[in-house]
């Protein structure tokens, strides 16, 4: 049994430029709750994580995020609509495909390297 009542779950996710981060993500269509030099929380829908000034490049580059979404086609087009590529060069964006674990994802890593699995229900 737990002692109280679990109220929130964020992840930091690490920023090796916090400027070009939260500039990336707004991009994308997170808001920014509240922000200071070291840390920012940063939400999308009802789910938050908080963006922090830290940087290990095996770190940041090992760490990944899962966005489960109603149509990872809609967020493929707002990337390409974004051209983030162009925008943000290094980062890595895949279109939506079948993954062998049964699972479609989309592959979308910010500035900092941490690679975002973008994912939905449809099975093709």
Not at 2 to 26: G, N, Q
Not at 51 to 72: P, R, T
Not at 109 to 119: K, M, N, Y
């Amino acid at each position: 049994m737990l002692p109280s009542a679990v109220k929130d779950l964020k992840a930091f996710v690490p920023a090796k430029d916090p400027e070009i981060s939260r500039k990336f993500y707004t991009d994308l269509g997170f808001t920014i709750n509240w922000s200071n030099p070291e840390i920012a929380e940063l939400q999308i829908g009802s789910f938050r994580f908080l963006l922090q000034k830290f940087y290990v490049a095996e770190h940041a580059g090992n760490f990944m995020m899962s966005l489960y979404v109603e149509d990872a086609d809609a967020w493929w087009e707002h990337i390409q609509r974004l051209d983030l590529a162009k925008k943000y060069p290094g980062i890595m964006c895949k279109p939506p495909a079948m993954q062998p674990w049964g699972i479609r994802v989309l592959y979308l890593s910010d500035p900092a390297g941490v690679l975002w699995h973008i994912t939905d229900d449809r099975k093709s």
